[in-house]
Structure formats: C-alpha cells, structure tokens
C-alpha cells in the first residue's frame, strides 16, 4: 500500500522568510512523488513533481522540493514567502511497482504568509 | 484547453433526492478520477476510469454512489438517494497516459450540500 503523510496541519511564516512543509512518504517500490496548491473555492493545481533524477525539484512560482530517498521525504520549500502563497498544500505519491494511475494525497497543510 | 470543467459548480438539494454531478475531462486524457473533499475526511479518491472503464471503486463508500463513464468526454457521478453526510465538495480530475509520473489536473470542483 502507498501513503503520505503532511505532519504539520499549519504553517505559519513572515511574508520574506524561507519556508518548509513537509511530507513523507510510503511505497513498496519506487516513487513518483508531487506537489499541488488550492486556493480558497478552487480545485487543486500542479505545483512540481519528482519522477527521477536530480533529487531537486523546481516548480512554479517558485517553489522547489527535495527528494530524500533515505528518509522517505519530500519537503516543499521557498527562500522567500509571499503572502500569495498563503493556500492549502497537498503533497501525493503514486507507487510505480503498482502499474495504475491511482495517485495517495496526504490530508493537507495550510500556510499562511504574515505581512 | 479550457481545462477540466464541472457542473454544476453548488447544488443545494434535499435529503433524499437524486444527485447528479457532471465533468468534462480535458480531450485526449486516458485517466479519470473523481475525489471528494471534507474538513473530516480530507481529499478521498471515490473512482477512477481509465480509457472509459473503472479500474478502481473502493473508495466509492456506499451503494448510492455510482460513476460512469459513458465515452471520453463526460463522465457522472450519481448519488442517490442523497443524505447530508455526503455534503463535500466534489472534485473531477483527468490526466494524459505519458507513464505514471504524469500530474492530474482538477476541475474547480462541485460544492454539494444535502439539506
């Protein structure tokens, strides 16, 4: 069975301070491993994704990601926050061994940006 | 593209009643999947089809929850009779077969509340 887990339901940070959310993860092979942000009455959108390669990600709006094969992780992260980012993070793992399209959210983090 | 569209965007319907909820996928996408969001629950996967078939309905949670899938551009999902407990947003996804590592991308979603 594949799943994640996002430990912090909030994070909170100054609107030019570097931030983190965090995610680990659990597949009985190797990972495809993404990132997706939701504003406030809208669906989810891709934000970066790791399949293989440079264990650095980077994705929209400046966002980058850090693929962590030895502790199953995978952290979202900025430089510098801006209060636009404030929104709700969801960080999802899809098992290659399982050879289907069936993608595990973890249950969100919520990140609010202070002016 | 205009992107994953769903209808209707809220629907207020009374317990008991049949609900019908509608999603265009983006053309030439293989994968369908349909989520429900709550505050309890977080994002839950219900079904996904796969070239207009349902590969997996485990998270379908009751008999009154049907999806179908009738061609590659419309895709519904059914719930009757309807109960106030499965007042949640809805969302609809599609993604293109280019390997798993493909993200998906969502629809605004269906705002559902069963009085």
């Known amino acids: 069975a594949q799943s994640v887990a996002q430990p912090e339901d909030q994070v909170n940070v100054a609107e030019g301070n570097p931030l983190t959310v965090k995610c680990t993860y659990s597949?009985?092979?190797?990972?495809?491993l993404f990132w997706y942000v939701q504003y406030p009455n809208r669906g989810l959108q891709f934000l970066l994704k790791y399949i293989t390669g440079d264990n650095l990600v980077k994705g929209s709006y400046g966002f980058e990601a850090e693929f962590n094969k030895s502790q199953t992780s995978f952290h979202l992260k900025k430089p510098s926050a801006l209060v636009s980012d404030s929104a709700l993070y969801f960080c999802?793992?899809?098992?290659?061994?399982?050879?289907?399209?069936?993608?595990?959210f973890g249950d969100g983090t919520t990140l609010t940006v202070k002016p | 593209d205009a992107g994953v569209i769903q209808s209707p965007r809220h629907e207020v319907t009374e317990m008991g009643q049949e609900v019908t909820l509608r999603c265009k996928p983006i053309s030439g996408h293989d994968y369908l999947f349909w989520y429900r969001q709550t505050m309890m629950r977080g994002l839950e996967l219900l079904i996904y089809?796969?070239?207009?078939?349902?590969?997996?309905d485990s998270g379908m949670p009751e008999d009154r929850f049907s999806a179908k899938m009738p061609n590659a551009s419309f895709s519904t999902l059914k719930i009757q009779p309807s109960e106030p407990r499965d007042s949640a947003v809805y969302f609809c996804?599609?993604?293109?077969?280019?390997?798993?590592?493909?993200?998906?991308?969502f629809g605004q979603g269906t705002r559902l509340t069963v009085v």
């Open positions: 999802a793992v899809r098992d290659i061994g399982r050879g289907a399209g069936k993608s595990t």
């Open positions: 996804a599609s993604s293109p077969f280019s390997g798993l590592g493909t993200e998906a991308f």
């Open positions: 089809f796969n070239n207009n078939v349902p590969i997996d």
């Open positions: 597949v009985s092979g190797n990972p495809y």
